[in-house]
């Protein structure tokens, strides 16, 4: 399992609680998290399901290379951050 | 006659209220999504439904809707289709274009025969259509490949934007955009096919030989006469445009009092010949010419103008309108317009007088009575 945390930011708009979910990748752990909140998906990927410009994914405090797959690796137990990025202001 | 303004601001909706029993008063009566970004309102009058375009920044851009009397709720945002792998599409930089929606710059509803119809124009440059009063929306798949392939560009943005929609009162499937920078396009069937070819408009910021080239045009805001929908108003970069015959030809308007560049154009609902403009600085500048916050309007189609100050500041101002944040009544006696610097001016005598609503206001991006 590996854990998801969202930004408090993100919080106003949607609730994004902390979960545990299943996943190898940043992509399988996020479709994981979005399963039943459909919604938050569209506050944190674009339309083509790749990272919003101004978002920023952390792996276990390093952030991820590849924004438009998602591909970076989760280890077993690992945390993932989502967060904006202070370019968007 | 409207007694409601809705006021769409970098930091929130607001709604602005005539006063029962007071001549002169406007005021501000509420505010909904407070400290967030409103690039775009709709009222419709078919059904009292509102529509609000959000860009929450970071998180992207989402719609709200909300019913007559009841709450506001986000509902389905439009979406670019998934980009085929592979497929070189790049803007005038060489860059990928984006397949995302970065802002909803446009809201319009349908004809009278069309219920529920909504249209959206956004950046880059897609045009949606919902005929569920926004619970879904579908690209216009045939206007997304037309602009790639006639390359627009963008307008004071990295990326082009469709921020003018006219539909045709005399026939729902005549809707034309106005796109900057992809100038004015056209589709006589609904959607299925669209054409841009215009003659007379004038691009002073591309080399001589291309300045009418109709596909690099900048048309800052198209708006179309109720009454007489063969007639059209476009303010432009870098001047004013009437056509007199559906928005085929263009007649380039060289005089206009203090200035002919501005962001904002409206046309009177019922006199095609009668239209306002709020001008700025041309181009480099874009503030008031000497500090003075005027409205120019014209009762001749254009042939002369009068500049409009009374009520609005004249010294040491330097508000900028944006191209949506000037609107008109359906009676054509009542004008609003929001500014770059959070005021907000009502007219109820066509723009002969001014009552200011507010200068504290956050940054006016559309204006709309509803």
Redesign the interface.
């Known amino acids: 399992m590996v854990r998801v945390v969202f930004t408090p930011?993100?919080q106003r708009?949607i609730a994004c609680p902390p979960l545990e979910v299943e996943g190898t990748t940043v992509r399988e752990a996020l479709d994981a998290a979005f399963a039943d909140n459909e919604?938050a998906r569209?506050?944190?990927l674009?339309?083509?399901a790749?990272l919003?410009k101004?978002?920023s994914v952390f792996v276990n405090g390093a952030r991820i290379r590849d924004r438009v797959h998602l591909s970076d690796a989760v280890p077993e137990n690992g945390e993932i951050y989502v967060l904006?990025?202070l370019s968007?202001? | 006659m409207s007694n409601r303004i809705l006021v769409a601001t970098r930091k929130g909706l607001f709604m602005v209220e005539r006063q029962a029993g007071d001549v002169a008063g406007w005021k501000v009566t509420g505010c909904d999504f407070v400290a967030d970004h409103v690039s775009m309102v709709l009222a419709d009058p078919r059904d009292k439904r509102v529509y609000a375009g959000l860009d929450h920044g970071h998180f992207g851009v989402k719609m709200h809707r909300r019913d007559d009397g009841g709450a506001w709720e986000e509902i389905a945002t439009p979406a670019y289709p998934e980009k085929p792998e592979g497929l070189e599409d790049n803007d005038m930089w060489g860059r990928p274009i984006p397949w995302s929606t970065s802002k909803i710059w446009a809201l319009e509803t349908g004809g009278p025969d069309e219920d529920g119809l909504i249209w959206c124009g956004t950046l880059p440059g897609g045009l949606f259509r919902s005929t569920d009063n926004g619970a879904s929306w579908e690209i216009v798949r045939s206007l997304w490949d037309f602009s790639r392939v006639k390359k627009w560009m963008g307008g004071g943005a990295d990326l082009p934007g469709i921020h003018s929609i006219c539909v045709d009162p005399r026939n729902s499937k005549r809707v034309k955009v106005g796109v900057s920078c992809g100038g004015v396009v056209t589709t006589d069937d609904g959607g299925t096919t669209w054409d841009s070819q215009i003659s007379g408009m004038r691009a002073a910021y591309m080399p001589p030989e291309q300045a009418f080239d109709p596909d690099v045009q900048d048309p800052h805001r198209l708006v179309q006469c109720r009454a007489d929908p063969d007639r059209f108003w476009v303010q432009h970069h870098n001047g004013i445009f009437r056509s007199d015959n559906g928005g085929t030809a263009w007649e380039e308007i060289t005089e206009a009092g203090p200035s002919t560049f501005g962001f904002a154009v409206v046309v009177h609902p019922s006199e095609p010949d009668t239209a306002w403009f709020v001008p700025a600085i041309k181009d480099e500048k874009r503030i008031p010419v000497d500090g003075k916050v005027v409205v120019t309007r014209t009762r001749d189609g254009g042939r002369t103008f009068e500049t409009l100050r009374n009520g609005l500041p004249q010294e040491h101002a330097y508000d900028l309108v944006f191209r949506h944040a000037l609107d008109i009544d359906g009676s054509g006696d009542r004008l609003a317009f929001g500014s770059t610097t959070g005021s907000l001016w009502i007219s109820e005598d066509q723009g002969d007088s001014w009552q200011t609503v507010s200068a504290n206001l956050p940054p006016v991006y559309c204006v709309r009575f509803g």
């Open positions: 930011n993100l708009h919604r569209t506050y944190v674009d339309d083509q790749a919003r101004h978002m904006q990025a968007g202001g």
